[in-house]
């Protein structure tokens, strides 16, 4: 089996990703380390939750890669409660956790953003969404416009067949912003630059006014079902540059 030792690996993850230029409530990086000096099975999710971590011991990990993890601002300031389940499954398991929110999602290659463009088909892709400093959304464009039916149905097949449409704009579509999660908000900035849709992971009353009053087409795919293709993506990255064995862990949440 191959193996790659810990701290070659989370320097590597640290360098694709840049964490350390962000500004980011998460704690990018090793959140939980392990008595392990090498790793060599990796489980990728989306949260760092309980049903993840005994999904994953289950599946023989040593190491969690999760876009959501367990380290935000001082949440781990007491060890008790939830925080204490957490922390306390992964040091008996001699499980490590690396998580990495914001610069996952800005990833040009990796992130959540540019890999549902690509899903999409979406071509010449440019930086969009500008949030805590940085640009972390992609827009594109589709070679010719395509009916919003059309566009709708690929929406659902691709990302996700549980979509809230708001269809209030142009009929056909040709230019796209993309910006997972919870990035309702997005939506002015796509109204702003003359985009035909956005796509995000959760709507919102705003949002759905926004659409209304500027005519605009707005489609939430699901917080968790437009954050799978990051992870998913890390881990097929480190098959590749690495050999690691990977698995993701898909619960298909419905939020």
């Known amino acids: 089996m191959k193996t790659i030792e810990a701290a070659v690996l989370c320097g590597a993850l640290a360098n694709k990703f840049r964490i350390a230029d962000f500004t ?3 704690n990018n990086g090793l959140q939980v380390a ?3 000096g090498c790793f060599s099975r990796v489980c990728c999710g989306v949260d760092a939750t309980l049903p993840f971590f005994e999904e994953a011991a289950r599946r023989g990990a040593d190491l969690l890669i999760c876009h959501h993890g367990i380290s935000w601002g001082d949440s781990l300031k007491r060890i008790d409660g939830l925080n204490y389940e957490l922390v306390s499954f992964l040091i008996r ?3 490590a956790l690396w998580a990495c929110h914001l610069p996952l999602d800005a990833h040009p290659e990796l992130g959540n953003n540019a890999q549902i463009c690509r899903a999409l088909g979406l071509a010449r ?3 969009f969404y500008r949030y805590h400093g940085e640009t972390i959304g992609f827009r594109g464009e589709f070679a010719k416009p395509m009916p919003r039916a059309d566009f709708l149905a690929m929406v659902r097949g691709r990302i996700s067949p549980r979509v809230s449409a708001m269809e209030f704009g142009a009929d056909a579509i040709r ?3 993309v910006v997972s999660g919870g990035a309702a908000d997005g939506i002015s900035q796509a109204q702003d630059e ?3 849709a956005y796509i995000t992971g959760e ?3 705003q949002s759905y006014n926004e659409c209304l009053q500027r005519h605009g087409n707005m489609y939430a795919a699901g917080h968790y079902a437009t954050e799978r293709f990051g992870v998913r993506a890390i881990g097929e990255w480190l098959s590749s540059e690495f050999g690691l064995a990977h698995e993701f862990v898909d619960f298909d949440i419905a939020y």
Do not use: K
């Open 175 to 177: 230019t796209v912003g």
């Open 125 to 127: 892709l440019a930086p």
């Open 203 to 205: 709507a919102n009353l």
């Open 24 to 26: 980011d409530h998460s």
């Open 34 to 36: 392990s008595s392990r």
């Open 194 to 196: 003359g985009l035909d």
């Open 93 to 95: 398991h001699d499980i």
